[in-house]
């Protein structure tokens, strides 16, 4: 008898330590001598260079063919990569066994999903439908409708799926259950309140999307091939192959780009125009002031040097120095912060869909950041304040219905009739 029940104590703590190494063997931890190999010391490393390279070049490739296809195109493609990190992190969590006693519980993230994205887009994309089918009576007045009732039709499927999940409630699931409801909730604050500001920024002109998105690409690429050849000083814990030697290389490299680009790009008029309906076709405006070039004479001694007297600079590139600031010190806290988060869970990355680069959201951490600031400095810095001609008309589109427009543009003429009198 005491030999079976030493037999079975000694089965368990075995099973215990076998438990303990192999949630530990996902990601080893870093060593305190160097907090971890080191890009320049790892023995595999050009192999996963290629691997990577050739992730990166199809990426680019396949981003700008997007974004030469226009505003619709690229925010079709911000919700594509949305519904994949959102299918990342509700995977993160998942239990088989505790789901095949719950039917259907995968399906009510995804009603919540759908309810934020309605939510979402809708408040964000609903004067540019207005100005798409304003031409047709009757598809003015169902979406007119539409946006009047948008926030009653989203918080009753909300309710829904409250119910619903009330509903599915199980005796001894209560703690799985609950905790994957507020998994869920976490996870659309993650992705919808940041990824908003992303389509927010596309419609106020794809340069204000491209840059940004652009800075946070080349930090990426700059960081490992600096990391890569030069790497020495570890630099945070957290990434055990992230290095010093990259970070400054990359932070140099991207504020330098950050102005450059920007000159470039500011002189496509189709990437700094803002989109204010749902049209696909090329845009012509007036871009403004920050995108007219000045010209700054050049001191005398690079005169000597150089045949250039002056050069031209565009006034927004002295924005794009701020975003390519930003790009390279704190956007890059957004990695580490998913690198942090990875390493609670024991997991090396979010997904594989992307070969060399892991999952989706593995590339997306440092741009949901980025997005963030670029809006609110946007907003805040560039956007000149005050009420135009063209938002009240926005307004007046939107609240108000056809009959209500006509009694204002009577009672608009008679003032201006009234005030031409009287002068």
Known sequence: ??????TGHSSATTSRVRHRKRSNEVIPEPSKANGGKLLVDDNNKYKSMWIRTYSTVWMIGGFALVVYMGHLYITALVVVIQIFMAKELFNLLRKANEDRHLPGFRLLNWHFFLTAMLFVYGRLLN????????????????VSSLIKYHMAICYFSYIAGFIWFILTLKKKMYKYQ????????????????????????????????LLPASLIIINDIFA?????????????????????????????????????????LGRF????????DLSTGWLQCDS???????????????????????ISILP???????????ASIIAPFGGFFASGFKRAFKIKDFGDSIPGHGGITDRMDCQMVMAVFAYIYLQSFVVREGISV?????????????????????KLGQILQERVGQS
């Not at 389509?199 to 999307?209: D, L, P, S």
Request: proline residues 4%; hydrophobic residues 50%.
């Open 224 to 264: 490992y091939i600096f990391g890569f050849f030069c790497g020495r000083t570890p630099l945070i814990k957290l990434s055990p192959k992230k290095t010093w030697e990259g970070f400054i290389g990359a932070s140099v490299t991207t504020i330098i780009s950050a102005f450059v680009l920007a000159n470039i």
């Open 1 to 6: 008898m005491l030999k079976e029940n030493n």
């Open 127 to 142: 004067q540019p439908l207005v100005n798409t089918v304003t031409s047709d009576k009757f598809f003015y007045q169902f």
């Open 316 to 326: 927004v590139q002295w924005h794009a120095l701020c975003l390519g600031l930003f």
């Open 390 to 410: 063209d938002m009240i008309l926005d307004q007046i589109l939107t609240s108000l219905s056809l009959e209500e427009q006509q009694i204002l543009v009577m």
């Open 269 to 276: 008029e189709w990437l700094t125009c803002p989109r204010k």
């Open 288 to 310: 403004g002031p920050l995108f007219k070039p000045e010209s700054y004479a050049l001191p005398g001694w690079i005169s000597k040097l150089f045949t250039w007297k002056e």
């Open 178 to 209: 609950f905790g994957q409801y507020a998994w869920t909730h976490m996870i659309l604050i993650v992705v919808f309140t940041q990824s908003s500001f992303t389509v927010a920024n596309i419609f106020e002109g794809i340069f204000w999307f």
